[in-house]
């Protein structure tokens, strides 16, 4: 039986980056995408393969476009058979705070295309192959309480997309059931800087007070749920959306 193939959105660095060591820790062979981190994409691949001995490569392009979509299937698929795992970790993100009417028309397209549409472009040219195969893993990436529609303030854009990605999410999992296909969203809670790329024994000596838990998230704590949710015995597992934010309320402090 062969290894299965992932590729990840954003691959290269952040959660991507601690999500491609969790998987390549299981076998899985990898496809990093990345946009524009082109040294650590490679870097990764190689560091992955000599560790876990996996078959893993890079794929360059920007998913918010349509047409870079299509050549990162095509260009994926002319060094592997198939994509069993599609990971949608990138999504661009406007760290402003901006109120709706601020957003400028070119920036409010690209944060819906790259959250939003740009899941709709990998899943309609991958789903295909994974019909064929009978078997296949989607993951989407949300943000707390997404499911619930919140209102976000100064994250108008953001929010709007990842909610209607909930729904799109849950839509595919009902329409591909009888094809052996999942999909699931997880959602991380404030998860910062360089903890996206740490494990959770990093946290061992870490005491955090605006955490309930008294530690701050990792990338692992989102990799570890993503690393089963793909796993061939998670097939009951579908059409969830997982708050991954050990405990914070993400969007009930916020500041006006």
């Known amino acids: 039986m062969r290894n299965k193939t992932a590729l990840i959105t954003g691959g290269a660095t952040g959660i991507g980056k601690r999500t491609a060591h969790e998987l390549a820790e299981k076998g899985i062979n990898l496809i990093i995408n990345f946009r524009n981190s082109e040294r650590e994409a490679k870097?990764?691949?190689?560091?992955?393969?000599?560790?876990?001995?996996?078959?893993?490569?890079?794929?360059?392009?920007?998913?918010s476009k349509q047409s870079d979509c299509e050549e990162i299937v095509s260009h994926a698929l002319n060094m592997t058979s198939s994509i069993d795992i599609l990971i949608h970790n990138a999504g661009p993100y406007i760290h402003e705070r901006k109120s709706m009417i601020d957003y400028s028309f070119e920036e409010w397209n690209y944060i819906i295309n790259g959250n939003l549409n740009g899941v709709f472009y990998l899943s309609k040219l991958l789903i295909p192959k994974m019909r064929e195969q009978k078997w296949g893993r989607i993951i989407t990436i949300g943000f707390d309480r997404v499911e619930s529609s919140p209102g976000w303030v100064?994250?108008?854009?953001?929010?709007?997309?990842?909610?209607?990605?909930?729904?799109?999410?849950?839509?595919?999992?009902?329409?591909?059931?009888?094809?052996?296909?999942?999909?699931?969203m997880v959602c991380p809670g404030d998860i910062f800087g360089e903890w996206k790329e740490k494990g959770i024994e990093d946290t061992l000596d870490i005491l955090e007070t605006y955490s309930p838990i008294g530690r701050p998230g990792t990338g692992e704590d989102i990799s570890r749920v993503i690393a089963f949710l793909v796993d061939e015995k998670s097939s009951f597992i579908t059409g969830s959306v997982i708050p991954i934010t050990g405990g914070k309320d993400v969007l009930g402090k916020i500041s006006y």
């Open 43 to 63: 870097d990764l691949c190689e560091q992955l393969s000599r560790k876990y001995g996996t078959h893993n490569s890079t794929v360059q392009g920007d998913i």
């Open 154 to 184: 100064y994250r108008s854009a953001f929010a709007a997309a990842k909610t209607g990605l909930a729904s799109l999410t849950k839509t595919i999992s009902i329409e591909e059931l009888n094809y052996g296909i999942t999909a699931n």
